[in-house]
């Protein structure tokens, strides 16, 4: 009746009439309009209460489950990485992480991560860690013998443990952006 009409008042009208439509069919269509079908059903029992029973199981699982599978997919790249560091070693020197994180897709290479290392002030200036870091167990430092031509000469090497691979490369990952 309203379209027939042809003034501003009529088209008023039939605006409210179409967006209260669409918000009836919205909550027509929603899960609780469902799920009230679905208990009336059970409550009035028989074969379609046992329908509308196993039917109501589904809904309220699949609701349960979707911010679970979520923070599953959100919390992918943290698991592969950290499956990839089960699998290697304990501790690895700069270099080979320098190579894991790669495989993360952050490249930055060996000298670039031990500059990174001592901007951030994980690393002194002579690619020592600092204190912390190994109370933390961040990093190892372990001593190495060379024969030189000058004779045997000790050197220190600093190694990354598996809990500083995992807190490295999520650092890593914030500072590059890097999206999984």
């Not at 349960?64 to 979520?70: C, D, E, N, R, V």
């Not at 997919?73 to 270099?95: Q, W």
């Not at 670039?112 to 860690?129: A, D, G, H, I, V």
Request: overall charge neutral.
């Amino acid at each position: 009746m309203v379209k027939a009409m042809d003034d501003d008042k009529s088209w008023d009208v039939m605006d409210k009439f179409i967006d209260e439509y669409f918000a009836m069919r919205q909550v027509i269509d929603s899960n609780d309009q469902l799920k009230a079908k679905l208990l009336l059903s059970i409550y009035n029992g028989g074969q379609e209460g046992i329908i509308a029973s196993k039917e109501l199981t589904k809904i309220e699982v699949k609701t349960a489950t979707a911010p679970l599978l979520q923070k599953i997919e959100e919390d992918k790249p943290y698991t592969e990485f950290a499956k990839h560091v089960t699998e290697s070693s304990d501790t690895v020197d700069v270099g080979e992480f320098a190579k894991i994180v790669k495989n993360e897709h952050i490249i930055i290479g060996r000298n670039r991560l031990f500059e990174w290392l001592r901007k951030n002030k994980y690393l002194m200036s002579n690619n020592t860690p600092y204190q912390k870091y190994i109370e933390n167990k961040y990093f190892e430092v372990v001593e190495t013998t060379k024969e030189t031509a000058y004779g045997t000469k000790v050197f220190t090497k600093t190694l990354i443990t598996g809990k500083g691979q995992v807190a490295l490369v999520e650092k890593l990952r914030k500072e590059f952006g890097v999206a999984a």
